[in-house]
Nanobody
Framework: QVQLVESGGGLVQAGGSLRLSCAAS????????MGWFRQAPGKEREFVATITWSGGSTYYADYADPVKGRFTISRDNAKTTVYLQMNSLKPEDTAVYYC????????????????WGQGTQVTVSS
């Protein structure tokens, strides 16, 4: 059974930074697409970023337009952990952030992700 455990959420002022972590169980971590999604109150879950294996030691990172240039997704395969570095945070970034795993390359669709973490709350005050 695959388990994804997020951490690193919290309360931060606008303009601040947070780094989310997602620790994954399982030994074949390196070839899976890992993603971050978020869900704000009253809104649907939305894509934030994914990091996909492109062959060898190369990975492709993809970002939603609202976070491009501010957020960075990365992974440490030895630690089976994926990270989301969030800088220049805005109040509209407030949401529960979810880590997820997919077998599909470069997908942005939450339906393509079969395993999800429990979520971590990020609150950005103005």
């Amino acid at each position: 059974q695959v388990q994804l455990v997020e951490s690193g959420g919290g309360l931060v002022q606008a303009g601040g930074s947070l780094r989310l972590s997602c620790a994954a169980s399982g030994r074949t971590f390196s070839t899976y697409t890992m993603g971050w999604f978020r869900q704000a109150p009253g809104k649907e879950r939305e894509f934030v970023a994914t990091i996909t294996w492109s062959g060898g030691s190369t990975y492709y990172a993809d970002y939603a337009d609202p976070v491009k240039g501010r957020f960075t997704i990365s992974r440490d395969n030895a630690k089976t952990t994926v990270y989301l570095q969030m800088n220049s945070l805005k109040p509209e970034d407030t949401a529960v952030y979810y880590c997820a795993r997919s077998n599909i390359l470069r997908s942005r669709l939450s339906a393509d992700f079969g395993y999800w973490g429990q979520g971590t709350q990020v609150t950005v005050s103005s």
